[in-house]
């Protein structure tokens, strides 16, 4: 048995999710909503933030450049939105996936040069993590960066690591549903650059299809 949720369900009943509380706008939780609960989730939108203008979900797209598991384009993207944010509602909180670990650890260090040079205090609630490894957070902003993006030659891989394994769909649907008011989704590459006909695993064509 690979984890404790496997053996449960050798031993105990089902019960599936029947409500979602997190997300304040329906957009927030409708992908998943469809494509992981089968329309069956009842959702309790916040009624001042459904009079709101402003789109729950922003895509950003930038002139990225992958470069060994790197979008440095990205992650200056990324930095910027976080000191955006900061400055014009410094009462929300952040968070910043990614979609692998070494662009984890460069947006950190981005993030800790720029706190240096414009010598500001990034709150403690701040978090950056890979889509492995952010389950059970949530934030009031989630900021994404899929790195994916051509390299110097113009050649697109489409290398979706954690996504590709069997189960990465789970991954991609607990990262997607982490914010309680707004997603910015920071890529390189429009959704029909993407290629996942030969994907085995759903993961990639759930992303594909959420871009």
Do not use: C
């Not at 304040?24 to 939108?45: R, V």
Request: glycine share 4%.
């Amino acid at each position: 048995i690979d984890s404790l949720l496997d053996l449960a369900k050798h031993h105990l009943p089902k019960t599936a999710l029947q409500s979602h509380y997190r997300s304040k706008s329906l957009e927030l939780i409708d992908f998943s909503n469809q494509n992981f609960y089968e329309g069956k989730l009842n959702m309790l939108p916040d009624f001042e933030e459904q009079k709101g203008k402003e789109p729950p979900i922003e895509y950003l797209k930038v002139d990225g450049e992958w470069e060994k598991s790197i979008n440095h384009i990205e992650a200056q993207k990324v930095v910027e939105l976080v000191f955006k944010v900061l400055k014009n509602s410094p009462d929300k909180t952040l968070g910043i996936v990614t979609f692998n670990a070494r662009q984890q650890s460069h947006i950190m260090d981005a993030l800790e040069k720029a706190q240096t040079q414009n010598k500001v205090q990034l709150p403690n609630s701040l978090f950056v993590k890979n889509i492995e490894n952010v389950q059970g957070d949530e934030r009031d902003i989630i900021i994404f960066s899929t790195a994916y993006a051509p390299d110097k030659k113009g050649n697109l891989q489409m290398r979706f690591g954690p996504l590709n394994n069997e189960g990465g769909e789970n991954r991609l649907n607990v990262a997607i549903t982490r914010a309680k008011e707004k997603v910015y989704l920071v890529v390189s590459v429009l959704p029909n650059q993407i290629s996942v006909e030969n994907s085995k695993n759903t993961g990639p064509k759930l992303l594909k299809e959420y871009l």
